[in-house]
């Protein structure tokens, strides 16, 4: 697997999450607040631990904690899904381990079945980001402008969406065929 691993989060991870989630560079980047408690954030993963509408695993690089990844279904009925990634280590933003979309769109549309994925990304994250969606595989489905409104500063949201044949035809290019949980997927 590259060096990558996806474990499931626990409370013992409460800490270096919560660490993640509320560092100034992260959380300027996030849709949601999220405030320093850890007690509280033992308890959104012990909520996350009984919902069957949210997949999350802590991604690892050479068996270290480096990111947090998430599959939130938005619409079961109509099989579309959205993806959070949260990347609170250096390793999980170099090498191998910005591979992580492979294995969770694997994990979307082999092991749950879905059909779509819509992804909400704010413009004030790092271009190259953006740009690089349709290189995934990704349709780029418009711009909300100026959408969120983040401590008086007007953010724009850019919206991309992927089908699960798009995926199909996409994926052979990245040559991982496992999901988060490393089932194969042929």
Not at 94 to 106: C, S, T, V
Not at 135 to 142: E, S
Request: some cysteine; glycine content about 10%; overall charge neutral.
């Amino acid at each position: 697997m590259s060096g990558l691993g996806f474990i499931v989060p626990t409370e013992e991870h409460a800490r270096i999450l919560l660490d993640w989630r509320t560092r100034p560079d992260i959380a300027d980047q996030m849709l949601s607040e999220v405030p320093h408690d850890v007690e509280r954030q033992k308890a959104w993963l012990r909520r996350c631990a009984e919902r069957d509408d949210y997949v999350h695993r802590i991604l690892c690089v050479d068996g270290v904690p480096a990111g947090h990844v998430s599959i939130t279904v938005t619409e079961p009925a109509w099989g579309i899904a959205t993806l959070g990634v949260l990347m609170g280590e250096r390793a999980g933003r170099m090498g191998a381990a910005p591979l992580n979309f492979a294995y969770m769109l694997n994990h979307v549309f082999y092991t749950m079945g879905l059909r779509k994925v819509v992804n909400h990304i704010l413009g004030t994250n790092n271009p190259r980001l953006l740009k690089g969606q349709p290189l995934i595989g990704y349709r780029p489905v418009g711009v909300l402008a100026r959408q969120v409104v983040r401590d008086g500063r007007e953010i724009d949201l850019h919206i991309f969406e992927m089908l699960a044949e798009d995926w199909r035809a996409t994926r052979g290019r990245f040559r991982i065929r496992e999901d988060m949980d490393g089932r194969v997927w042929e």
